[in-house]
């Protein structure tokens, strides 16, 4: 943990709610860290994960034996998936996801370049590290693992970079560490043209963005464009910790000679992970979610845009407001800005303003998602899918001025933040 954590004892979760030992409601903003797509504690995953428990909950999970929560599994995924991704390694978590994914890759192309995005994020193990293209996480933990470049995301003119020497190219439809940054759909388009073309794998990485959280059970549906590999985890397994990089069996069955195992899991694919995730996946289908993403998506940003409106008046319930632009998909939005503007988080003690905080608590404050988490996450809403957008639009307000620069999301707690240097 950080060493000053929020320290919220969480007795329990119900839906979008966490509740401490005194019965005290947390409205969890930041979801699990993108998890809780069905809610905390859904009836029907909890029912699953009952049931399975009782069966049996670990066999050795390489395919020797056959048991129905991975096969059932599987055959859910294959009704949601395009009919070239039939083939499932189950992992542990996303960061696993990935970094199957290229050895997958490198084993079948028989090259060694992987390229990634510049503040990408793709996990924390030394391979998913060493594509995040950001030093401040990676120079404390050099040397990476090698043969890792990147390219700029939405830049057409970076995609040349990628040659007959590139294994796959790993990236995101919605760059979520980059702020949130939607994916252009042209640039989409070229990129999987140019990943054909040189013979390299193309990986979606939809560990954050799939299993519902955009309006479509996947991401890449709105972008008219199959990946070779997909990696999804997080929401997938309804609380509980699952994952899989996912392609064709031309592609996956490489990894299972020369030398015979190629890639292994001990937990991957558990009975019991794999039991919830298929609960998680019914609830989606069958509960009109996907639908209700669309439709309560609009909420946290109707609430920023209303802001918009006062803009020209230069108040907001008294207080200065400066908000340019809100951008977002569905139940994933970024908040971008320009020029001058704050942000008071309404805490579930009452209101208190970012400079309250940070004057009583500045040791605790050098992260701004690890500080605020629970309430938002650097200005990213990470509402679950069942949340209604009046509830996400409780939580914060622009109050007043902060110099940041055009072209980044705002970070208060960077480094480089005017902010902090004021204080």
Do not use: W
Not at 251 to 272: E, K, Q
């Amino acid at each position: 943990t950080t060493p000053n954590p929020l320290a919220i004892e969480v007795d329990r979760a119900e839906g979008v709610y966490l509740y401490g030992p005194d019965g005290k409601e947390y409205m969890d903003m930041i979801s699990g860290i993108s998890v809780s797509n069905v809610g905390h504690c859904h009836p029907q995953v909890v029912q699953a994960l009952q049931e399975q428990s009782a069966k049996f909950m670990h066999l050795m999970v390489y395919g020797e034996y056959v048991y129905s929560p991975q096969t059932k599994l599987a055959e859910a995924l294959i009704e949601v998936l395009p009919e070239s991704l039939d083939n499932f390694y189950f992992t542990n978590s996303g960061t696993e996801a990935t970094e199957g994914a290229f050895k997958l890759a490198k084993r079948y192309t028989g090259r060694a370049e992987i390229i990634s995005c510049f503040q990408s994020y793709h996990g924390s193990t030394a391979g998913a590290l060493s594509a995040m293209g950001d030093e401040t996480y990676q120079t404390a933990f050099r040397p990476l693992v090698p043969g890792h470049s990147h390219i700029r995301y939405n830049t057409v003119e970076d995609l040349t970079n990628i040659t007959e020497s590139t294994a796959a190219v790993i990236i995101e439809l919605i760059s979520a560490e980059k702020g949130v940054v939607i994916g252009n759909y042209d640039y989409f388009q070229l990129l999987r043209k140019r990943c054909t073309e040189v013979g390299c794998l193309l990986i979606f990485d939809e560990i954050q963005t799939g299993c519902g959280r955009t309006g479509t059970m996947f991401a890449f549906e709105q972008y008219d464009v199959i990946p070779d590999i997909l990696l999804i985890g997080k929401g997938f397994g309804g609380g509980m910790p699952i994952a899989a990089f996912i392609a064709n069996k031309e592609v996956m069955r490489t990894l299972s000679f020369d030398p015979i195992l190629g890639h292994i899991s001990t937990y991957g694919g558990n009975a019991v992970c794999c039991a919830a995730a298929l609960a998680c996946l019914g609830v989606l289908k069958e509960n009109n979610l996907l639908t209700e993403v669309n439709v309560k998506g609009k909420g946290p940003a109707n609430l920023l845009a209303s802001f918009q409106s006062e803009k020209e008046k230069g108040t907001k319930n008294g207080d200065p407001v400066i908000l340019i632009n809100v951008k977002g998909e569905k139940l994933a939005l970024g908040h971008y800005f320009e020029g001058s503007i704050a942000v008071r988080v309404l805490s579930f003690d009452g209101e208190q303003t970012i400079e309250d905080i940070l004057k009583d608590k500045l040791e605790k404050a050098y992260s701004y998602r690890q500080q605020l988490g629970l309430v938002i996450d650097a200005l990213t809403f990470r509402d679950t899918v069942v949340a209604a957008g009046i509830e996400s639009g409780r939580t914060i307000r622009i109050v007043q001025q902060l110099s940041q620069p055009e072209d980044h999301p705002i970070n208060l707690f960077h480094p480089e933040s005017n902010y902090l240097k004021g204080l």
